[in-house]
């Protein structure tokens, strides 16, 4: 869900347009029509927001996520009066171009998009650019069940969200094996690499710029150090690989599909319920079991962000203030349905709020513990990391 580099580089040069036509003002100063959440007043933004339409622009090529939005979040969005619209879009930079070009048009109020799951390097381009509504997060009443101070809130890809962008869904980097076919899998990267000369096209994953097969190398270059010594290590893989890395597989739904029909032994994804997935459509088998490498997962937050011309304002924050809502988290995170971590602080909630959350822990497809904890790298450091790799490795 990550903005392609060419998408990147045309939204930094819209930030410098911007700019100089009124866009820096912009990207500091809320507009005049800041709803009134800022001052405490939520049962006004809540009289605003009813009979608004949300136009909540998001990747849709998820079933499960779309099942959870359109028959959880719209019925109790509904329930306040505001009717929540899915726009599907399979790169949220599509969004984030839509923004951007109503803004340089003059657009400044009732723009097409009001909400936008996003995250990493199209956040740090929109805020570089001054598309979204500031400072707005603090001010939703579910706020309080959030550690805003916390980096899983505060930072998206390390880049500061300032209160333009509110978490609503965990997320880790994790790994699948078959217990029928490989009892003992590999407990770091060094192992993997050890296991695939003796085991040689068992094992692959996704190119980059593919989101998965991009997280894969990030972790890769976290758990080694540097990113020498991660070209060094995936080029020492590749020829072991599935096609003796002559091929990859193009996304993360192609190698699922290798390891469901067995012909590769490991898969991998930054959804860690996607083992109950896989078993419950029947597409994995269920000696699949989720496992991590070197001890940890790769972390990272979704975050949805409104845009400082939505048309929709304050349904857009209900809605986002419905996702942080500790009974709609709990399902979210149900093994029955998404089995998706929560962003809240359990801590914060009473005791019957958090007694929901324990059938998460439940499932043998889902991670209790995701160990050491990697942070992400910065949103910066993933372009040139993927061009190492297209020309270092697969070059």
């Known amino acids: 869900m990550r903005a392609p580099a060419v998408v990147i580089a045309a939204l930094a040069l819209l930030a410098a347009a911007l700019a100089g036509c009124g866009g820096e003002s912009a990207a500091t100063d809320a507009p005049a029509s800041v709803p009134a959440e800022a001052a405490g007043d939520w049962d006004g933004v809540l009289a605003r927001a009813r009979d608004q339409t949300v136009r909540w622009w998001m990747y849709g090529g998820d079933v499960r996520v779309n099942a959870y939005v359109d028959d959880v979040v719209a019925p109790a969005a509904a329930e306040l009066g505001v009717t929540l619209e899915r726009v599907p879009i399979t790169d949220t930079a599509d969004a984030v171009k839509r923004v951007a070009a109503e803004l340089r048009a003059g657009r400044e ?50 880049v500061p969200t300032d209160g333009q962008e509110a978490p609503w869904s965990g997320a880790a980097f994790v790994y699948a094996y078959d217990r029928a076919r490989l009892p003992d899998p590999p407990d770091t990267f060094a192992e993997l690499l050890v296991w695939a000369r003796a085991n040689p096209g068992r094992f692959t994953y996704p190119a980059p710029p593919d989101f998965t097969g991009s997280a894969f190398v990030r972790q890769v270059v976290q758990r080694l150090g540097s990113l020498d010594a991660a070209v ?20 993360e739904a192609e ?3 290798l390891f469901g029909n067995g012909e590769v032994d490991l898969a991998m994804s930054y959804d860690p319920s ?34 400082r011309n939505a048309g929709s304002a304050e349904g857009a924050l209900v809605v986002a203030n419905l996702l942080l809502d500790p009974a709609l988290q709990a399902v979210k995170a149900d093994p029955a349905g998404l089995g998706i971590p929560t962003v809240l602080d359990l801590g914060r909630l009473d005791e019957a709020q958090r007694a929901a959350f324990s059938a998460s822990t439940d499932s043998p497809y889902l991670l209790s513990d995701f160990g050491k904890r990697l942070a992400e790298l910065a949103a910066d450091r993933i372009e040139p990391i993927e061009r190492a790799w297209l020309a270092e490795v697969l070059g």
């Open 109 to 158: 109020e009732g723009g097409s998009v009001d909400l936008i799951w996003i995250n990493g390097e199209n956040f740090a381009a929109g805020k570089q650019a001054g598309l979204w509504r500031p400072d707005w997060v603090a001010g939703l009443p579910n706020s309080r069940y959030l550690d805003l101070a916390a980096p899983a809130a505060s930072l998206d890809l390390q």
């Open 232 to 251: 060094d290590y995936l080029r020492e893989l590749r020829p072991y690989q599935w096609r003796g890395g002559d091929a990859f597989p193009k996304s």
């Open 255 to 257: 190698l699922n599909e």
């Open 274 to 307: 996607f083992v109950a997935t896989g078993v419950a459509r029947g597409t994995f088998p269920e000696t699949v079991r989720p496992f991590l490498l070197e001890g940890g997962a790769l972390v990272n937050t979704s975050f949805v962000a409104i845009p």
